[in-house]
């Protein structure tokens, strides 16, 4: 099998390989394709400013799955923010637990995704999309498969809830497919918690659909150890007059890569995204998004912001499309970002590309210091240097923190971020 590897990396994975029995088509598909094209190389565009594969063939050494760690009911419950009420599905490394999971709320449907087989699975998170998501469907052990039944609206959220430890397995492959039908809404949080300190690789692909008039919503907080190594793959469609609106937080781990894709695929969608990078250290973050209008009367914002510090990396890829029958469509594209120190580095790209000539479109991107004569201004009423610089970085950050649905974990989220700028006072 190693002369058909396209690069070592590749080999690598192939050599210790899985031989999970459940869903062969899309298992030999990923294989295929992981075959055929390779991970990601140095030079390939969408991976130039993050060396993905190099750092994996660095620091992983163990290619085979991971296996489950020892979780406790105490253990979970102790990394439950303050405040909490809603469902709670754990993930111990990778892999569902129903033990320490509970659902109470009716109108949900929570099921393996080898007892539910669903045939939407691997039909919106495309195998020949990413390499990750091709390696995600050779290597993935089972999944969760969530539904939202028909005009239920779900008041409290659903937390994923994710347990990671290296020492028992340093590749782990979660995979969650959700389905809001018409008229549903729901909204999603999601934490991952590092039971060590050492390298692991998570490469996680969720799949959403969203029903027509249905309203999701999806928080994730990214705080793993400094040498994880993350490639999130998430991928959305949405239909007739639905709404979906993601936020993601990204505070540390090694390399991270967040693969966002939204697919608008009828008329009066509505998508939104929005991001925060806090990075110190050597941290790199690599934020990919892609907004695709497909059909008349929709619309999307997004707006993405960073605050660098030490030797950090950020890097923002955001491309949206519109499509020739995408007509009245209103877009909006933003990267924003606030460089610390002169080590700290960031790549921005925004694109557009638009074949249709009725429409508002932007996008845009700023990369510069703290303003100093506001530093000067606070100062001159009372305060401490690093009291009015937390409250200048906190009152950049603070936008997107906004758009988090859920009160009290946007009061979590908040205080993380007051204790990462100095600004909690």
Request: hydrophobic residues 35%; aromatic residues 10%.
């Amino acid at each position: 099998m190693t002369t058909l590897a396209k690069n070592k990396i590749t080999e690598l994975f192939l050599n210790q390989a899985p031989s999970f029995e459940n869903f062969p088509q899309l298992r030999e598909k990923g294989r295929f394709l992981i075959i055929e094209n390779g991970l990601p190389a140095l030079k390939e565009e969408e991976y130039k400013f993050t060396p993905i594969s190099k750092k994996l063939e660095q620091s992983i050494s163990n290619f085979s799955p991971s296996k489950k760690s020892t979780l406790d009911q105490n253990m979970v419950q102790s990394h439950l923010f303050e405040g909490f009420e809603g469902d709670l599905l754990v993930f111990n490394n990778g892999n569902y637990d129903s033990s320490l999971s509970y659902v109470n709320q009716s109108g949900l449907e929570v099921l393996s995704l080898t007892d539910s087989a669903p045939e939407l699975l691997g039909k919106i998170a495309i195998t020949e999309k990413d390499p990750f998501v091709s390696l995600n469907d050779f290597y993935f052990e089972d999944g969760i498969f969530l539904k939202v039944k028909k005009n239920q609206k779900i008041d409290k959220p659903v937390f994923f809830l994710f347990f990671n430890e290296a020492n028992v397995g340093q590749v782990i492959s979660p995979r969650i497919l959700i389905e809001v039908e018409e008229n549903a809404e729901i909204s999603f949080l999601e934490n991952t918690i590092s039971l060590d300190d050492s390298a692991y690789f998570s490469n996680a692909v969720t799949e959403i659909k969203g029903g027509p008039n249905s309203h999701i919503q999806y928080n994730r907080l990214q705080s793993e150890n400094k040498k994880s190594i993350i490639v999130n793959n998430l991928e959305t469609d949405i239909h007739r007059d639905a709404t979906f609106t993601s936020v993601v937080i990204s505070l540390s781990g090694d390399m991270v890569r967040n693969n966002l894709s939204l697919n608008l695929k009828d008329s009066g969608c509505e998508g939104n995204m929005y991001g925060l990078y806090l990075l110190n250290g050597k941290t790199h973050v690599d934020n990919h998004t892609n907004v695709d209008h497909t059909k008349p009367h929709s619309e999307s914002n997004e707006l993405y912001k960073g605050i660098l510090a030490d030797s950090s990396r950020g890097v923002f890829n955001g491309k949206i499309f519109v499509r020739q029958d995408a007509q009245k469509t209103n877009a909006f594209q933003q990267n924003n970002n606030i460089l610390l120190s002169d080590d700290a580095t960031v790549n921005t790209k925004p694109q557009l590309e638009i074949w249709a000539d009725d429409v508002k479109c932007s996008h845009g991107c700023t990369t510069g210091q703290l303003d100093e004569e506001a530093l000067f201004y606070l100062r001159s009423r009372g305060l401490g240097k690093d009291q009015a610089k937390g409250m200048l970085l906190y009152a950049f950050a603070g936008e997107v923190l906004e758009h988090v649905s859920d009160d009290s974990f946007k009061k979590y989220l908040t205080s993380i971020v007051q204790e990462r700028l100095g600004s909690n006072f």
